[in-house]
């Protein structure tokens, strides 16, 4: 029963808000998913600050929704209007109810499977569901609490409406919110009287849903990470200007869109300038109707409300968020990054002493390591560019032109601009090993690789008059490549690529013993690092620490320390309880001695310590 109603209550939830946005403001069905979405995010968002319970802003979004029914009906008093608008908007309602359950079923069954899943983002789901509040007042030790909390927010939502919280759920939400920012894309044209033929709209959907498929470092469909979804923000953020007109409905959806930016990822602050000044030279010369001197200005100060409101929400948050995380935090602010930071980086005089060592490993990166197909970065972009010119030699109106050109162009510094974000972060946002690593430089670099990709094919969609052989062309194109390229496993249901939950067994283990308020110490021999993070996570609350005692086995076995028998001693017993976990018969030969039961120094068991006459006992 209660697996058929987490299926049924997200579904109607999604139906709710999606029609009543949708005939609140005269939308299409498929424009109008997001955007409430993003009402729904800002309404949990506010009364998790006011009143400390998310589950609030559900409830007054879903009794706005209502309301904006019923207010409907009073208006136009008959039921035939209302009939007529539902019936308008049964065609797109089809294809929303087709990707919601395509993304519930190739989730059944899926796990996190990544270190940050279950070292933060993970976290921050848990304590938000647990608590019914902002994951920043809670009282659990994890990493990066002070981070903004949008899309974790939309996650506990959907959790909270399958009635569990589930590592399935969190990745249906998460993905559910993607998605929405990508259906108009399949749905609107800019002849918006042309009639969209099923045939066109299974093409294009088939096209923007296996995009992700071709980006390496990071699972689309397979991870609460937030890199992608970011690069999704900025793509709709994008979408809205392009394809909006110099009207307040266009500067509302799209203020909405960047508060929402701006609250899922702290470097998205970088973003908030490239697309502030694009909507104010979009508005001004590249719509139709003519430009004159209080026009410009009304643009102008449009241009200043969609600066301030999102920062103004942001700073808000910051400052909430600051009276739990207490001065030594900083918030979600750049703290150190300013422009004294950036001078060192720019003067390159040796202050940060591996700057030549990355800045060759990262520019050789951007020119030859395979992001999306194996093509790299720099190609990527100028590849883009270079296409989205060439088609707008096809189009028939010049203002169509003028629009793919400019949007071209600002894929085009965007690119150079994010390439240099990225540069500076590698030089004063890393640690040294990190930066010469360059860790996570496929997730970092797919965020804006993604928002130009998703661009471009948006722009080619909505250009292109509805016979046109291009969106066909590009199908055919996917299908070809999808033999070579895609990564088929992440839309796999887990229950059929047999996905299991990291170390659960052992957590449980753990569980089953040691009482909650207790502390344990976890011994591990040749584990991955994963581990520590997935047994903290499903044994919380727990307070657990965890040694490496041995040689290191490899260069990157960074975790392995040898322990004098006397450090080992005094570490364990600081703790409740001892977990072998994973040893080996290197660690009983050397360091069962200090057990008063050295036949106890068993793989797998779980003892109660306590010190007496030099050894640790253990029962």
Request: aromatic share 16%; glycine share 6%; with cysteine.
């Amino acid at each position: 029963m209660v697996t058929v109603l987490g299926i049924l209550f997200p579904f109607l939830y999604m139906c709710l808000v999606t029609g009543a946005y949708s005939i609140q403001f005269n939308r299409r069905y498929a424009e109008s998913m997001a955007p409430a979405f993003c009402i729904q995010m800002l309404l949990m968002l506010f009364t998790g600050m006011v009143i400390n319970s998310v589950s609030l802003g559900i409830v007054i979004g879903i009794v706005l929704a209502i309301s904006s029914y019923a207010f409907f009906m009073f208006k136009n008093r008959s039921w035939s209007i209302l009939h007529s608008k539902m019936k308008d908007c049964y065609p797109e309602f089809v294809l929303a109810v087709i990707v919601y359950l395509l993304i519930y079923t190739i989730n059944m069954g899926k796990h996190y499977h990544s270190v940050d899943e279950f070292m933060h983002w993970g976290n921050f789901l848990r304590e938000t569901y647990r608590l019914d509040a902002l994951y920043v007042t809670s009282p659990a030790p994890f990493y990066h609490k002070d981070y903004v909390p949008a899309i974790t927010l939309f996650e506990a939502l959907w959790c909270k409406l399958s009635l569990r919280l589930s590592e399935a759920n969190a990745y249906r939400g998460i993905q559910m919110l993607q998605v929405s920012m990508l259906l108009p894309m399949i749905t609107r044209t800019v002849r918006r009287e042309e009639h969209i033929k099923p045939i066109s709209v299974a093409v294009k959907t088939f096209i923007t849903l296996t995009i992700p498929l071709f980006f390496s470092g990071l699972l689309f469909y397979h991870t609460i990470y937030q890199d992608y979804i970011y690069g999704v923000l900025v793509f709709y953020c994008m979408w809205i200007v392009i394809t909006g007109e110099r009207t307040i409905y266009t500067l509302f959806e799209a203020t909405l869109a960047m508060t929402i930016l701006i609250l899922s990822k702290m470097t998205a602050l970088a973003f908030l300038p490239m697309i502030v000044i694009f909507y104010a030279v979009y508005m001004i010369f590249y719509q139709e109707s003519v430009r004159v001197s209080h026009t410009v200005s009304k643009v102008i100060g449009a241009s200043a409300v969609l600066t301030f409101i999102p920062l103004a929400t942001w700073k808000m948050y910051n400052v909430y968020a600051q009276t739990f995380l207490g001065k030594s935090s900083g918030g979600q602010s750049y703290g150190a990054h300013g422009i004294s930071s950036l001078l060192i980086v720019l003067a390159h005089d040796g202050t940060i002493a591996w700057q030549n060592d990355v800045e060759k490993s990262y520019l050789s990166a951007l020119i030859s390591r395979g992001l999306v197909s194996r093509i790299p970065y720099v190609q990527l972009i100028l590849l883009i560019v270079a296409l989205l010119l060439l088609y707008s030699y096809m189009g028939e109106k010049r203002d169509y032109i003028r629009k793919i050109r400019i949007s071209a162009l600002w894929i085009f510094l965007a690119g150079l601009a994010y390439g240099f974000l990225m540069y500076y972060l590698y030089m004063t946002g890393f640690s040294e090993y990190e930066a010469r690593e360059l860790a996570s430089y496929d997730r970092y670099m797919g965020t804006f690789a993604i928002s130009a990709v998703f661009l471009a094919v948006a722009i080619v969609f909505y250009f292109s008059k509805e016979k046109t052989i291009v969106i066909p062309a590009i199908g055919i194109v996917f299908l070809q490549n999808a033999f070579f390229f895609l990564d088929y496993d992440q839309i796999i249901p887990g229950i059929l690529s047999g996905d299991k939950a990291l170390y659960l067994n052992e957590a449980n283990h753990i569980c089953n013993i040691v009482p909650e308020d207790k502390t344990v110490a976890v011994v591990i021999r040749g584990e991955n690092v994963i581990a520590e993070d997935a047994v903290n996570y499903y044994g919380y609350p727990r307070e657990m620490g965890f040694a490496y005692p041995g040689k290191a086995t490899s260069e990157e076995d960074t975790l392995s320390r040898e322990y004098s028998c006397e450090e080992l001693t005094k570490w364990i017993i600081s703790y409740d309880y001892v977990y072998f976990m994973n040893i080996d018969n290197a660690f009983i030969g050397e360091y069962s001695g200090i057990f008063a039961n050295p036949e106890d120094v068993v793989r797998g068991e779980i003892y109660k310590v306590s010190y007496d006459g030099g050894k640790i006992i253990t029962y």
